[in-house]
T-cell receptor, first 115, second 113 residues
Framework: DAGVIQSPRHEVTEMGQEVTLRCKPI?????LFWYRQTMMRGLELLIY????????DSGMPEDRFSAKMPNASFSTLKIQPSEPRDSAVYFC?????????????FGQGTRLTVV | GNSVTQMEGPVTLSEEAFLTINCTYT??????LFWYVQYPGEGLQLLLK?????DKGSNKGFEATYRKETTSFHLEKGSVQVSDSAVYFC????????????FGTGTRLLVSP
């Protein structure tokens, strides 16, 4: 398996624009997580899904952020409108089973810069 | 809720020195414990894990023992290399209900030749 695949790897956009980050989890994994990493706040969990259903979105910073998982092999994280403070590295991770004690596998991340 | 506390970094060592990075946790029940490593410009990779008390996880010369009595999972390596320079994250996941992976703040390790 190719692992968790995120795209794009880098994104530079202007303030106010819509940004869409994409994630393809490992085949067979039914839990998916979106994290944001910054120097100031470290690694923050934004939202996680189980069997394509959002379980906890309490980490989503505000209404400008939204995430979807239309099927088991694809998820998006959208920011509209984007702001400079959204600049960060966004990671997607997947794992097999929300109840099992299995590890999560991370993608390479998307480095977002909002200017 | 569940939480993980790691020692502040950076930890600066010379090559071949002994490494300890402390990690303690707060959780109900019997969580599983993990150490992840992040090399510059990359995502997090699982380094080792332990799923029950007294288990020892090990990989690439790193070890950590699940100590329920002290709620700790300290990472150790007998002789570090320059290539071990990275950020290390301690994490846990609970074993009841819907569970998310909870991370510590990360500890940066810098190893000089």
């Amino acid at each position: 398996d190719a692992g968790v695949i995120q795209s794009p790897r880098h994104e530079v956009t202007e303030m106010g624009q819509e940004v869409t980050l994409r994630c393809k989890p490992i085949s067979g994994h039914n839990s998916l997580f979106w994290y944001r990493q910054t120097m100031m706040r470290g690694l923050e969990l934004l939202i996680y899904f189980n069997n394509n259903v959002p379980i906890d979105d309490s980490g989503m910073p505000e209404d400008r952020f939204s995430a979807k998982m239309p099927n088991a092999s694809f998820s998006t994280l959208k920011i509209q409108p984007s702001e400079p403070r959204d600049s960060a590295v966004y990671f997607c991770a997947s794992r097999a089973g929300l109840y099992m004690n299995t590890e999560a596998f991370f993608g390479q991340g998307t480095r977002l810069t909002v200017v | 809720g569940n939480s993980v506390t790691q020692m502040e970094g950076p930890v600066t060592l010379s090559e071949e020195a002994f490494l300890t990075i402390n990690c303690t946790y707060t959780a109900t029940g019997y969580p599983s414990l993990f150490w992840y490593v992040q090399y510059p410009g990359e995502g997090l990779q699982l380094l080792l894990k332990a799923t029950k008390a007294d288990d020892k996880g090990s990989n690439k010369g790193f070890e950590a023992t699940y100590r329920k009595e002290t709620t700790s999972f300290h990472l150790e390596k007998g002789s570090v290399q320059v290539s071990d320079s990275a950020v290390y994250f301690c994490a846990l996941i609970g074993n009841t209900g819907f569970q998310k992976l909870v991370f510590g703040t990360g500890t940066r390790l810098l190893v000089s030749p």
